[in-house]
């Protein structure tokens, strides 16, 4: 058995805590591997380097969720369930912490709740062709650009137009992705495994907005009306800022493929007490 260990080289300590839970792995009768950039490491985490993940039978992330939304699209890729070590804050895909590195032998072995989660396809057409295209496991985030004024975004539901406003932007999410930037917009909590897209709008100027739900069965789609040469860009996951032109069209669909992502101790709900509820108690 061998388990990919992939550390964010950001974290400070993440070689070192590589280098341990590579041991660990070793007394289990795990092979530790490494990959890509980290493999300037292997000598010092202990670890054996492969040319494809293909090979492992698990992935292990070191950082934090960030580090998991990169590298979980490649575990989907090769459906190689995935298992999170935070070394981040909050931690809600990472459910094991630095000190409980002990128990990932016992977790590999079946000792596991594999949590599905789905992603979405992400593709902006720009007269009549599509012009980018990427995958997202939180969300899709369209907003103004810094000091422009309001733009009006406007989201359809397959053929049906659902919400136009003018906004400092709109957030498209997947149920992981909506205890990220969405929940501090003020959308509510999903369940993981739900199958769904959430639409939370960002300081939204209107007096009535609520956020909205819909299936992953529809085709989402987004746009951006200019008011006053004001300008807006997208990201996807939180990563580059793009562009985004007026005629644009931001299209939402289904992934095929979903991460499979090992959960430990109380799982989801059991992180959100603890990392959003303890501490206002």
Same mark, same amino acid.
């Given at each position: 058995?061998?388990?990919?260990?992939?550390?964010?080289?950001?974290? &400070?300590?993440?070689?070192?805590?590589?280098?341990?839970?590579?041991?660990?792995?070793?007394?289990?009768?795990?092979?530790?591997?490494?990959?890509?950039?980290?493999?300037?490491?292997?000598?010092?985490?202990?670890?054996?380097?492969?040319?494809?993940?293909?090979?492992?039978?698990?992935?292990?992330?070191?950082?934090?969720?960030?580090?998991?939304?990169?590298?979980?699209?490649?575990?989907?890729?090769?459906?190689?369930?995935?298992?999170?070590?935070?070394?981040?804050?909050?931690?809600?895909?990472?459910?094991?912490?630095?000190?409980?590195?002990?128990?990932?032998?016992?977790?590999?072995?079946?000792?596991?709740?594999?949590?599905?989660?789905?992603?979405?396809?992400?593709?902006?057409?720009?007269?009549?062709?599509?012009?980018?295209?990427?995958?997202?496991?939180?969300?899709?985030?369209?907003?103004?650009?810094?000091?422009?004024?309001?733009? #009006?975004?406007?989201?359809?539901?397959?053929?049906?137009?659902?919400?136009?406003?003018?906004?400092?932007?709109?957030?498209?999410?997947?149920?992981?992705?909506?205890?990220?930037?969405?929940?501090?917009?003020?959308?509510?909590?999903?369940?993981?495994?739900?199958?769904?897209?959430?639409?939370?709008?960002?300081?939204?100027?209107?007096?009535?907005?609520?956020?909205?739900?819909?299936?992953?069965?529809?085709?989402?789609?987004?746009?951006?009306?200019?008011?006053?040469?004001?300008?807006?860009?997208?990201?996807?996951?939180?990563?580059?800022?793009?562009?985004? #032109?007026?005629?644009?069209?931001?299209?939402?669909?289904?992934?095929?493929?979903?991460?499979?992502?090992?959960?430990?101790?109380?799982?989801?709900?059991?992180?959100?007490?603890?990392?959003?509820? &303890?501490?206002?108690?």
């Amino acid at each position: 058995m061998r388990a990919l260990i992939i550390f964010n080289l950001s974290k &400070t300590g993440a070689a070192t805590l590589s280098a341990e839970i590579a041991k660990i792995l070793k007394s289990a009768g795990i092979t530790p591997c490494v990959f890509g950039e980290n493999i300037i490491y292997a000598e010092k985490v202990g670890a054996e380097i492969v040319e494809s993940p293909s090979i492992c039978n698990f992935i292990i992330t070191v950082g934090g969720d960030g580090t998991i939304l990169r590298w979980g699209k490649v575990a989907a890729d090769y459906d190689i369930p995935l298992l999170g070590v935070n070394l981040g804050r909050l931690g809600f895909m990472a459910s094991v912490e630095r000190e409980e590195i002990g128990k990932i032998p016992e977790l590999l072995s079946g000792e596991h709740h594999i949590s599905r989660r789905m992603m979405l396809n992400v593709e902006l057409i720009r007269d009549g062709k599509s012009v980018f295209s990427q995958r997202a496991l939180n969300d899709v985030t369209v907003s103004r650009s810094s000091r422009s004024k309001l733009p #009006e975004f406007v989201v359809s539901c397959g053929e049906s137009e659902v919400s136009r406003v003018r906004a400092d932007g709109i957030i498209l999410s997947t149920p992981t992705g909506s205890t990220a930037y969405s929940l501090s917009a003020g959308g509510p909590i999903l369940s993981p495994d739900l199958e769904c897209v959430e639409f939370t709008a960002l300081c939204p100027h209107t007096l009535f907005n609520r956020p909205m739900i819909f299936s992953d069965k529809q085709t989402i789609s987004a746009r951006v009306f200019q008011y006053d040469n004001s300008k807006a860009t997208f990201s996807v996951d939180g990563g580059k800022a793009i562009p985004i #032109e007026e005629n644009d069209v931001l299209k939402l669909t289904r992934c095929p493929k979903d991460l499979l992502l090992i959960e430990a101790g109380e799982g989801f709900f059991g992180a959100i007490h603890n990392k959003l509820l &303890t501490p206002l108690k």
